[in-house]
């Protein structure tokens, strides 16, 4: 973790731009530019600091980025974007991805994208990674010349190894369950804090009437005038603060979302590691029926019905000469079937000691995570009930002394 590039360069997304442009389409398009700062940690010189590059990038391009780093090592789960549409909001929030407000919490969860694959101790050695945050031109041909895309695998071949494979690692098997259960655990919670915002922002604006309510009713009394006037003052105070409130409910919010969204890379893993166990299998029956095929050549016999048997006692048996070249080519490709099921052996013993290194990784990262900010939660939860109190400590003096 001391050669991370997290350690070595300070990273911001320092600012958002809307911009107007043309697409691939030539489509008129509006979007949004996000400003990426980075600068040495080591000074240039004594008492000097290292200057700012910096460089724009859409969020198509961290999708891009993203999309690479994903397939490039698919044994590590890739820390995922924030969202690119609003989800799980409560009903006063705006749901438009041009929201002034939702592209400042965006550019936060860029700025926290870029920080997480920078301290990680893989993606953080990748030229294309160091690429994206240093060059702002030609990075894209660069990308797509490492041909990245021609690795990825389909949805279909995914989803075939899911119900195909014979014999699934339950370790794998249990850690998708797991980040199922982790999205469905995270999405209810999102949606009861959506409500719970909901019914505070209705608490809030009803301290915002009574503040109403206490202030013109001061004005036609002249011995309790004070005591309202100031017993209003102090809801109205509570009123105004609930915006600011809700603002720091949204980073909590955002920072559960990106554990929503971190369970589809634990489960792109697992698919991956299904794609390579049918691989493995499929490599095995196909050697298994050439070794047959072989021994039937060499014997004379066929143990299961087969077009080869059929094709034999229709149009006659094989010349010897016949035989022995297949069986030639049938022992070639035995040798080299065996090659490769050993080299898969060994690729599918890699992944996974590699893969499980890093979910464990993953594991100690999201216990700290979620902690903080639950507890972070719960303590600006009991701030609130606090200034709750002490507003209504305050408007209970202020009638008392009327």
């Given amino acids: 973790m001391e050669d991370c590039l997290a350690k070595k360069m300070e990273i911001t997304v320092s600012e958002a731009e809307k911009r107007t442009g043309r697409n691939a389409m030539n489509i008129q398009e509006t979007y949004t530019a996000y400003l990426i700062e980075t600068r040495a940690v080591e000074p240039q010189s004594e008492g000097q600091c290292a200057p700012v590059d910096s460089l724009w990038r859409r969020y198509s391009e961290f999708e891009l980025l993203r999309n690479y780093l994903s397939v490039t090592y698919p044994h590590i789960v890739v820390p995922p974007l924030p969202e690119k549409r609003a989800d799980f909001v409560w009903h006063k929030l705006s749901a438009d991805n041009m929201d002034p407000d939702f592209v400042e919490r965006r550019r936060i969860g860029l700025e926290n994208f870029l920080l997480r694959v920078a301290s990680h101790p893989v993606l953080c050695q990748d030229k294309i990674f160091y690429s994206f945050l240093t060059q702002e031109g030609g990075w894209k041909e660069m990308v797509n010349e490492t041909g990245f895309q021609l690795k990825a695998d389909s949805r279909l071949k995914a989803l075939n190894a899911t119900f195909r494979v014979k014999n699934p690692d339950k370790r794998f098997t249990e850690l998708k369950h797991y980040s199922d259960e982790l999205q469905s655990v995270i999405s209810h919670l999102l949606r009861v804090r959506a409500r719970v915002a909901d019914r505070l922002y209705g608490v809030y604006k009803v301290h915002g009437n009574y503040g109403r309510v206490f202030s013109e009713w001061s004005a036609i009394e002249k011995e309790m005038?004070?005591?309202?006037?100031?017993?209003?003052?102090?809801?109205?105070?509570?009123?105004?603060?609930?915006?600011?409130?809700?603002?720091?409910?949204?980073?909590?919010?955002?920072?559960?979302?990106?554990?929503?969204?971190?369970?589809?890379?634990?489960?792109?893993?697992?698919?991956?590691?299904?794609?390579?166990?049918?691989?493995?299998?499929?490599?095995?029956?196909?050697?298994?029926?050439?070794?047959?095929?072989?021994?039937?050549?060499?014997?004379?016999?066929?143990?299961?019905?087969?077009?080869?048997?059929?094709?034999?006692?229709?149009?006659?048996?094989?010349?010897?000469?016949?035989?022995?070249?297949?069986?030639?080519?049938?022992?070639?490709?035995?040798?080299?079937?065996?090659?490769?099921?050993?080299?898969?052996?060994?690729?599918?013993?890699?992944?996974?000691?590699?893969?499980?290194?890093?979910?464990e990784r993953f594991k100690e990262q999201k216990n700290h995570d979620l902690k903080e900010a639950l507890i972070s939660y719960a303590v600006m939860q009991i701030s609130m009930c606090k200034k709750g109190i002490q507003v209504w400590t305050n408007a209970k003096e202020c009638f008392s002394k009327m």
């Fill in 225 to 359: 005038g004070d005591g309202l006037q100031s017993a209003g003052h102090h809801m109205d105070v509570y009123a105004a603060s609930i915006d600011d409130i809700l603002e720091e409910e949204e980073h909590y919010a955002d920072q559960l979302k990106e554990y929503l969204f971190y369970a589809e890379a634990l489960r792109a893993v697992c698919r991956k590691h299904e794609l390579m166990q049918y691989d493995l299998e499929m490599a095995a029956q196909d050697l298994t029926s050439k070794k047959q095929q072989c021994e039937e050549l060499a014997t004379g016999t066929v143990r299961t019905f087969s077009l080869k048997g059929m094709t034999s006692k229709l149009f006659g048996q094989e010349t010897p000469e016949q035989r022995e070249a297949k069986i030639k080519v049938l022992e070639e490709q035995i040798q080299e079937g065996e090659e490769q099921l050993k080299s898969k052996n060994l690729e599918g013993r890699d992944f996974v000691k590699s893969a499980w290194a890093d979910i």
